[in-house]
C-alpha cells in the first residue's frame, strides 16, 4: 500500500494529542472555507497523559502511529508532517510592564517599539526564573502587547509619536523544555516531522472567537479531560492564558468511585446518552443506573469545577467577570456545567454557552461528522497552520547551539533572549552618572552613549532586527558604555552669577562661592556623585580679604554698612565694606556729642557715612606717578594712595574670574590691596592661566 500512497501535497494534519484521546485532522482550505477530508479519534490504551502532560513517550507515540496508519489508509496519502499544539497544563504566563526613558524628546522609531517589547520579555522571563526552583529550560512561544503608553498615558500606537517616555503591559507565554521535548519525541516515533506548533488555547479561538470579537471582554474555556485551559481576549488581542487540573476526568472519578468501576466503565457511564446505563461494578455484580441519578451523583464536583474556573476567569480578568464565556471541548458538554459557571460569574446564563456547529460555518465535512465542541481545538490546530509556521529551530549564537520558538517573525534579538544574553548588551549604554544636590534640589549629570552591539549574520553585517532562519550563525559582541559623566562647578548656570559690593569706596565684583558638602570650592572643582552643593549669596569678611589679598595688622579695622564687623561676618549684594587703621577710620568718623538727658529723642544727632575715601582736611592732595603693565599712570586727587586704587584709573575686569590666580605685584614683590603706593611704583596685575 505504500507504494500505492501519493505525497502530502497540500493537505494540513493536525494532532490534537489530548489527556484521554488523539484526534488526527487532514484537511486543505479551499477559499475562505477549510474542507476536512478525514478525521480519526482514538482513545490512549493507559493512562499515557495526565494533565495534558506525557508521561509515557513510547505509549503516545504508538497512539499517534495508529492515528496516522488510520487516516493515511482512508485518503492513500503518505503524511509525513504535522501541526501539534501544547496543551495549557504546562503553560507559563507572566504580564509585565516596561517603561523607557528618552534624554530627550524625540518621535519613537518601530526599532524603539521592538526594543521595548524586547525588555518586557526579558523582565517577564525573570519573573519566571524567580518562581523556577529546576534546571528546567524555558521557551517563549507568545507574547502579546496589552497596552502602550505615551509620557504615562495609554495609546494604541506608539510610532511617529514625540514622546519622553515609553512604556507597555507585555503578557509573555513560556513552555518549559520538557514538555516540548517530549511532544516533538513522540511525533518522532511516528515518523513524522512537525511543522507547526501552537498553543491549544490559541487554537480553539482560531475557530471559536473571530479576530473581530477580540475587541470585546470574553473568555474561552477549553474543558478537556485533565485540564480547563482559559484565555481571555480584551482590545483586539489575548491578554492573558491560565489553567486550572480540573476536567473531565475528575467527573469520571467520581463515577468509578460511587459506582465502584474501572476508569473506562466510568467514562462510559458519564457519557451515557440514554435513560439508563447498564454496567458490571467490580465485584462482577450487574447494575443500572439513571442519567438523573449520574448527574445528581456529579453535581457538587461540577459546581466545584465551575467555581474553579469562575475564579480564575476572575483573576485573570482583573479581579472582574468577563461578558460573555465559549465552552469548547468535550468535559464542558455535561449537562448543568455551562449555568453554573455563568451563576459563579454573576452573569447572565444565555451568556455562558457552548460553541460548536455555530462556529464551523466555514468548515466543511468529507466524511458524516456532528460539528459540535470537541472538534473545536482539532481543527484550529489545522488553522493555525495558515495563519502561523510555527516550530522550533536551531541557530548557532556565539558558538552556543540554541533552539528557539519560531513563529515566522524571528530576529536576532530573539536569539539573544533565548541565550540569556542581557538586554542592556545589545543596546548602548551610557557612562557612569553623577547625582546630586543643587540649592537642595536633586540634578543629575548623565554620562555618554556607548556604541551599539556588533552583530554578524553569517559572516555579514547585521542588527538585531534582521531576520533569522534555521541554522543561521550569529556573533554578537556587546555593547559598550560611553564616558562618564563629567562636570564641574564652573560649568553649572547658576556658578555664573555675582555679588557686587563697595570696599573702601570702589566697586568690586565677586564671582559667587559655592559650598560643597561644606567646604568651599571654586569653579575647577569637580563635581562628585552624591555632592551637595549650595550656591552661596554672600561674601563673610575673611573671604573678601583672602580674595583681595589683604592681611589685617593689629591696628586695622573693618567695617561693614559703617558697623564694626569680625571675620565672620557676612556680606550680602550692595553691602558696603571699608578696611583701614583704626585711627583712621575715626579720624573721619565726626565726634560724638553729649546729649543731655531731657532732649527730646526726636533730635537725635544722625551721622552720614561717606560712601567714598574721604580726602583729609589736614592733608593737601597730591599726584604720584606709577607704572602699571609697562604703562604709565598718574593718580591724583587724594592725600595717599592704595593698591586698590590702580582699578580706577585702567581697564582690567575684576567680575569675571579669567584664570586661575590674580597677579598682583608691586615692585616685583607680592601686592596686598591695601598696600600703599609711592611715587614711582612699578605695578603688575594680570591673570595667571
Not at 485551559?229 to 487540573?245: E, F, L, S, W
Not at 457511564?269 to 467490580?282: F, N, P, Q, T
Not at 466543511?364 to 470537541?374: R, Y
Not at 585711627?583 to 553729649?594: C, G, S, V
Amino acid at each position: 500500500m505504500g507504494n500505492e500512497m501519493k505525497p502530502q501535497g497540500q493537505l494540513v494534519f493536525g494532532l490534537d494529542i489530548g489527556t484521554r484521546s488523539i484526534v488526527g485532522t487532514v484537511g486543505y482550505r479551499e477559499g475562505d472555507h477549510f474542507i476536512v477530508a478525514a478525521q480519526v479519534s482514538k482513545e490512549h490504551e493507559t493512562r499515557a497523559m495526565l494533565d495534558g502532560q506525557i508521561h509515557d513517550i513510547g505509549q503516545v507515540g504508538n497512539t499517534i502511529t495508529q492515528v496516522k496508519r488510520a487516516l493515511e489508509k482512508k485518503l492513500s496519502v503518505k503524511l509525513t508532517d504535522v501541526c501539534i499544539a501544547a496543551a495549557g497544563r504546562v503553560l507559563l504566563t507572566f504580564e509585565t510592564s516596561v517603561t523607557w526613558e528618552f534624554e530627550k524628546e524625540r518621535v519613537v522609531t518601530p526599532e524603539e517599539i521592538v526594543g521595548l517589547t524586547s525588555l518586557g520579555i526579558e523582565k517577564a522571563y525573570e519573573k519566571l526564573q524567580e518562581t523556577n526552583d529546576s534546571d528546567m529550560k524555558f521557551y517563549c512561544v507568545g507574547n502579546s502587547v496589552i497596552r502602550y503608553y505615551l509620557n504615562g498615558y495609554p495609546i494604541s500606537n506608539l510610532e511617529n509619536h514625540k514622546a519622553k517616555n515609553i512604556g507597555a503591559d507585555i503578557i509573555a507565554t513560556f513552555l518549559p523544555d520538557d514538555v516540548v521535548d517530549g511532544l516533538y519525541r513522540a511525533v518522532e516515533l511516528a515518523g513524522l516531522t512537525v511543522v507547526n506548533m501552537t498553543l491549544e488555547p490559541i487554537a480553539a479561538m482560531t475557530v471559536a472567537i473571530p479576530q473581530m470579537y477580540r475587541m470585546l471582554n470574553i473568555a474561552l474555556v477549553d474543558v478537556g479531560a485533565g485540564t480547563s485551559d482559559i484565555c481571555i481576549t480584551k482590545d483586539g488581542c489575548i491578554v492573558a492564558y491560565g489553567m486550572i487540573p480540573c476536567a473531565g476526568d475528575k467527573l469520571t472519578e467520581v463515577v468509578a468511585n460511587e459506582c465502584l468501576v474501572d476508569f473506562e466503565t466510568a467514562e462510559k457511564i458519564k457519557r451515557g446518552s440514554g435513560a439508563e446505563v447498564k454496567y458490571k461494578d467490580i465485584m462482577g455484580l450487574q447494575q443500572s443506573i439513571t442519567k438523573q441519578r449520574v448527574l445528581k451523583m456529579l453535581s457538587g464536583q461540577i459546581d466545584q469545577m465551575a467555581k474553579l474556573v469562575s475564579d480564575k476567569i476572575k483573576e485573570l480578568n482583573g479581579g472582574k467577570a468577563v461578558s460573555a464565556v465559549f465552552i469548547v471541548g468535550g468535559g464542558g458538554k455535561i449537562t448543568g456545567y455551562t449555568e453554573k459557571l455563568a451563576e459563579h460569574l454573576g452573569i447572565q446564563k444565555e451568556r455562558v454557552a457552548l460553541r460548536g456547529e455555530e462556529v464551523m460555518q466555514a468548515i466543511t465535512f468529507q466524511e458524516k461528522i456532528k460539528k459540535d465542541s470537541l472538534l473545536v481545538t482539532p481543527i484550529g490546530i489545522c488553522l493555525n497552520y495558515y495563519d502561523q509556521n510555527n516550530n522550533f529551530i536551531y541557530v548557532t549564537f556565539n558558538e552556543e547551539h540554541i533552539k528557539l520558538y519560531d513563529n515566522s517573525n524571528l530576529a536576532i534579538v530573539d536569539a539573544a533572549m533565548q541565550a540569556d544574553f542581557p538586554n542592556d548588551k545589545l543596546f548602548p549604554k551610557r557612562g557612569r552618572e553623577i547625582a546630586y544636590t543643587l540649592n537642595g534640589k536633586k540634578k543629575i549629570c548623565r554620562g555618554e552613549f556607548g556604541e551599539a552591539a556588533k552583530i554578524l549574520l553569517n559572516g555579514e553585517e547585521a542588527d538585531l532586527y534582521s531576520e533569522i532562519h534555521a541554522n543561521d550563525v550569529i556573533v554578537v559582541e556587546e555593547s559598550t558604555a560611553g564616558n562618564p559623566a563629567a562636570i564641574s562647578l564652573g560649568q553649572l548656570p547658576e556658578f555664573k552669577s555675582q555679588i557686587s559690593i563697595q570696599v573702601n569706596g570702589n566697586r568690586v565684583t565677586l564671582p559667587k562661592y559655592a559650598s560643597v558638602n561644606g567646604r568651599l570650592e571654586n569653579e575647577y572643582y569637580d563635581i562628585q556623585n552624591g555632592d551637595k552643593i549650595e550656591m552661596l549669596n554672600y561674601y563673610t569678611v575673611a573671604q573678601i580679604r583672602e580674595f583681595m589679598d589683604v592681611t589685617l595688622d593689629m591696628n586695622m579695622a573693618v567695617y561693614v554698612n559703617n558697623e564694626h564687623a569680625e571675620d565672620d561676618t557676612k556680606v550680602y549684594e550692595n553691602f558696603s565694606i571699608r578696611m583701614a587703621l583704626e585711627e583712621e577710620i575715626r579720624r573721619k568718623e565726626p565726634e560724638e556729642e553729649e546729649i543731655p538727658e531731657d532732649e527730646p529723642e526726636e533730635e537725635e544727632i544722625r551721622k552720614d557715612e561717606p560712601e567714598e575715601e574721604e580726602i583729609r582736611r589736614d592733608e593737601p592732595a597730591v599726584s604720584i606717578g606709577v607704572l602699571v603693565n609697562s604703562k604709565p599712570i598718574v593718580l591724583q586727587g587724594k592725600a595717599s594712595y592704595v593698591f586698590v586704587d590702580i582699578f580706577d584709573y585702567i581697564d582690567f575686569d575684576l567680575s569675571t574670574v579669567q584664570g586661575k590666580n590674580l597677579i598682583t605685584n608691586v615692585n616685583g614683590k607680592k601686592a596686598e590691596y591695601m598696600e600703599p603706593l609711592y611715587d614711582g611704583a612699578v605695578i603688575e596685575v594680570y591673570w595667571e592661566e
